[in-house]
């Protein structure tokens, strides 16, 4: 990952533009391509970004300046004029070894992986925790007809999930042996905004009755 505080200015071109003047920022450029901006407010969320699969070309103006034009599979383009950088270094993070989920969304990945056609009709489990690049999907299963599905799991479904499983999506339909590769957003409860954003992105929200999940899983009846 490389880390650079610099004072920049950013413009954002695709299906609508964007403009951030001239501030310093922190800009985020990850392993898998993903270049972000950050300020110092603002909560955790970027102020602009391009998610991967993207190109970064460094340049300069005519008049000298630093320039990274990025550009998305789409031709979006993220322009940042660099005016001075304050700092610049890069990590080599090595492979994260994913979210560790609390009680209630870990037992919710294990009831759905065994009874994944409460998710869906047809819907057989492939693997739990399949793994990716940038982390691993909560669950990979099979539709009825064969193709591919990813299954993030969440107790609460906000935006910040919706875009998890968008990034694993772009990165699984790379994959020839996988694609086409769908999406289904699971939770105890999805937020309208999360909602609208999935049926957008073409994936299919699934709300998950805890107690009912748990009324099928009868441990009474278990061997082990």
Request: proline residues 5%; negative net charge; hydrophobic residues 40%.
């Amino acid at each position: 990952m490389r880390l650079v505080v610099a004072r920049c200015q950013v413009d954002y071109a695709g299906r609508l533009t964007a403009h951030l003047p001239m501030a310093t920022r922190v800009l985020m450029i990850k392993a898998d391509g993903s270049v972000l901006v950050h300020s110092d407010g603002g909560s955790y969320k970027p102020l602009n970004w391009m998610s991967p699969p993207c190109t970064l070309r460094e340049g300069t103006t005519d008049d000298g300046a630093v320039e990274w034009t990025v550009t998305s599979k789409t031709d979006d383009t993220l322009r940042i004029l660099i005016e001075q950088i304050h700092h610049d270094t890069s990590h080599d993070l090595g492979v994260d070894p994913g979210l560790q989920k609390d009680g209630v969304e870990k037992h919710l990945q294990e009831l759905l992986a065994e009874h994944p056609a409460t998710l869906a009709d047809g819907l057989t489990l492939v693997r739990r925790e399949f793994p990716t690049a940038i982390g691993p999907v909560d669950l990979m299963c099979r539709d009825a007809d064969g193709l591919a599905v990813a299954v993030e799991i969440k107790r609460r479904g906000e935006i910040d999930g919706v875009e998890q499983l968008t990034r694993y999506l772009e990165l699984l339909n790379r994959d020839p042996l996988l694609a086409p590769v769908r999406g289904i957003f699971a939770a105890q409860e999805i937020k309208p905004q999360a909602r609208v954003l999935a049926t957008d992105r073409g994936i299919a929200c699934s709300v998950v009755d805890y107690d009912a999940l748990r009324g099928i899983d009868d441990s009474e009846h278990r061997l082990f």
